[in-house]
């Protein structure tokens, strides 16, 4: 705990009087001036700032908006996990076209622009004029478009858990990845100097559900990666399941002890788009509940 130095300067006069918080002088005569003696220091404590907070104690604390101690969560609106640690807390993508305009379908190819070399992607995409959310998958790029030579490859992948109301909107190439069942579709693409993939369209939107997908590269393929909303690539463990989950309503206090709110620039499970603010008429509505 800090100390703080309070000094006092000690003076008397003749005939000084003695009264609460003073003292009499009795060094002095009539012909010496009021003078201060030596200063006397006298250390007192400071105020005690405390210990700093500690999020997730249960105790809320100063700087923590909130704090449940082990009841503290996070939902974004998306989750991405492994079973190897692989922890993604990501949003879509969007653009003001439908899915199938974005993925751009020719030369027996996708052109989104996030295609790569011997590597898989899986994103989320949403039409920002429609709401209406997709998955996307690409494997490969397309030697015509990008003058890169994509290897002989080929790649197998089961969906399964897809919520009612979806549909296959991209077979890249026609035939090659289909719905199976209710809730599941496979796909088994055989490409060279060109890419591969398709589109699931229809996702509930904000909703509650979880997919899998269990994929095998069989050759051809030597990476694998999600791309975030911000476009930032993040590497999946090729050989292990990934679980993509959506949330319909947030936490009551995230694990930083912050509070979810519209406007706070991060989306969080029951938004369909947080810009940072609460204005309309910027792409995304003041209650973050729909573009506009």
Known sequence: MRRAAFVFA?????????????SECTDCDASTPDAPH????????????GPPAICGNGVVESGEECDLGKDNGDKPAFLVTQTTGTHIETNMLFQKKSATAFYDYFSASSHTGFEEVSESRLYLYADATTGRLSLVL???????????????AAVNMSIAGIPGGWSVDVSDDPGEFVKTGPGTAQGKWTFQNNSDGGVIGGLPFPGTWTITVDATFVKGISAWAWVRHDLTRVPLTMGNIVTIQAFDESSFCRTNCTIPKCGDGILDGGEVCDDGNTNDGDGCAGDCKHFD
């Not at 030596?38 to 700032?49: K, L």
């Not at 494997?139 to 015509?144: A, L, N, R, V, Y």
């Open 10 to 22: 000690l003076g008397c006069a003749c005939g000084a009087r003695t009264s609460l918080g003073t």
């Open 38 to 49: 030596d200063a006397i220091t006298i250390d007192a404590p400071d105020a005690d700032v």
């Open 138 to 152: 690409t494997h490969g790029i397309d030697q015509g478009t990008s003058g890169q030579s994509q290897p002989s």
